[in-house]
């Protein structure tokens, strides 16, 4: 059993009291909602004639469900539009904040959170969405919960949970040039497996973490849960302080000095106990691209797709699958894939510094005929940031689309999909079967700056060629 | 006829099983996103596998007529990976399953079974693969599922099942609805809030 980890520590900080059944009442320091999963909870806790009890740690925003062309009210889709007002009306009769379209603040919910300084280190952060993991970049305990679990936060700001074993993650060295986090943790992901991380938080530490930005921590944590791990975090530090400093909900004055103090307090101990330790190194690691159906099947840009033969006994026959739905053919390179659609933007890579990465490789080029190609900022702040950095000219000049804030083809619940066969590279975190959209459409998983590689040349293209021309 | 949906103690289940064939089965697929685009989950049963569904034309085992009225699911490993989305299990349960027997469960899914009185029971790869086996063979076979007994059987086979011990107090007690558990705790919620450095201008 892992002890003196900030997972131990944080956790003790917000356990309410053992339950009968072996797990912990656990308290939720900050409850994030929006328009999907919380409409049934608020049903619910009305049926059961119960109040929000803390409105002011529950905080929403809309995401989902936005069109990214045209987000004048109503909108065009009746059931968008009466998503949308039925959490409007949630909030206002429980006295929620929400962060609605127009407010300047609104944006996907693992986006638009951290930017407003809401998540910090050694809380416990919750919502409705798998993706809630983002958080942890923090140094918070952030998980994903179902509609269940939002009515019992709503209604008493905990739920019921098990402890989770603790699995260091430790990369040594630094990722190379043209190799991003989100490169790091489908490597991660390929090596451990999609299941390799059921009962385990994922504490990602070591040089090569310690070097990335918080928005590139923000997208190693995003995807700990396609690893199965259902809380991934790392250790507050310089980097944590700095990027929180001055946002709208950090602590000021006083309270600033004070926090920082009790958040290094939080750190994981230099002689704490994991469950499981891992060690990797991250200087070996090339720009990563997934084949297949599951975001562990992923390779690096100059491997050749595996021959689902030669794969581990119980990786063949999903591999056989993978194969036929992609119709991609055994034993070619990755590199050099025709592409159809490609998509920048999703809680894993819709960050300022992801579409200025991206942008620099778009810069001067023109998007390859027959491709579509759009980037949705995942918040309104990316959005305005980087209009003032003119960074929508350089893909619109290039032939991209610039569209609103919002979830979009990541998972296309709004207008944002493919079209039957049509294959993607997307910078966002699933590539199962049906995931943007069309039910038979098939996704590549890469960095930002991949898609735009890829959205240059028509097919996917090792970017470090781009960034040395 | 108006479905009964589990409540109270989860001590026995019986009834006829179908096969769901394969590793990773993710949320998405179990119900595509754009059924999610709803304020109740009452319309989700028919929505279930829509896709899969579709594509193999009337041939999915829950479209097959043989399976009409089973409520027990056979499934592999790693099964309802993906997206939180409380959604798949409601899909499940109004579809009419009552309990999932896998080889593995993700997390996720697995706690929002049990906030619905779903049992996820597990067994080994051999185990399921031979279940799964007679199942096929039999599809009309009522299997006798208890919980106590970590069993599922029939008149001539019987597999032992697990469940990690949290969930099996839970089911056995009827106690897996957790709301009333957890207000219970009211006093300690307020001496929580009072005390996190957080919520207390880091005074600590």
Redesign the interface.
Known sequence: MSSGTLYDKVWN??Q??E?????T?L?V?LHLIHE??S??AF?ALNE?N?EV??PNLTVATVD??VPTLNQQRPFS?P??E??LS?LEKNCKTHGIKFHGIGSNSQGVVHVMAPELGLT?P??TVAC???H?STHGAFGAIAF??????V??VL??????M?KLKVRRIWVDGSLQKGVYAKDLILHIIRLLG??GG??FAYEFAGPAIEKLSMEGRMTICNMA?EG?A?CGYINPDETTFEYLKGKEYS?KGQ?WD??I??WKSLVSNSKAKYDDEIQLDGSSIEPTVTWGI?PGQGISIKEKIPNPEELPK?EQ??AK?ACKYMNLKADQPIEGTSIDVCFIGSCTNGRLSDLQEASKIVKGRKVSAGIKAFVVPGSQKVAKEAKQKGIDKIFLTAGFEWREPGCSMC???NPDKLEGRQISASSSN?N????Q?S??GRTLLMSPAMVAAAAINGKVTDVRKLLQE | MKQEFPKGEINTISGPSLVIKGDDIDTDRIIPARFLKCVSFSALGEQVFADDRKELQGNHPFDLEQHKGSNILVVNDNFGCGSSREHAPQALMRWGIRLIIGESFAEIFFGNCLALGIPCMTASKQEITKLQNLVRENPNQIWDFNLKELSISNQKESFSLDLEGGAYKMLFSGKWDATSQLLDAEEKINNIVKNLPYLNNFKY
Not at chain 1, 144 to 149: D, P, R, V, Y
Not at chain 1, 432 to 435: D, E, P, V
């Open positions: 900080f917000h309410v009291k339950l009968p059944g072996g797990s009442q308290f320091g999907v999963t409409p049934q049903s059961k119960l009890k803390f989902h469900i889709d059931l968008a009466e998503m039925t910090q050694g809380m409705g969405d798998s809630t994903g919960i179902g509609t269940s679990q009515r019992d209604a008493s700001q905990s739920l019921a098990k999609v299941k059921v009962g849960i199965g259902r602590p309270e004070n926090a103090n009790w599951t119980n026959q999903i699958d998972l296309a619940m699933r199962f079967k049906g995931r959209g039910a038979n």
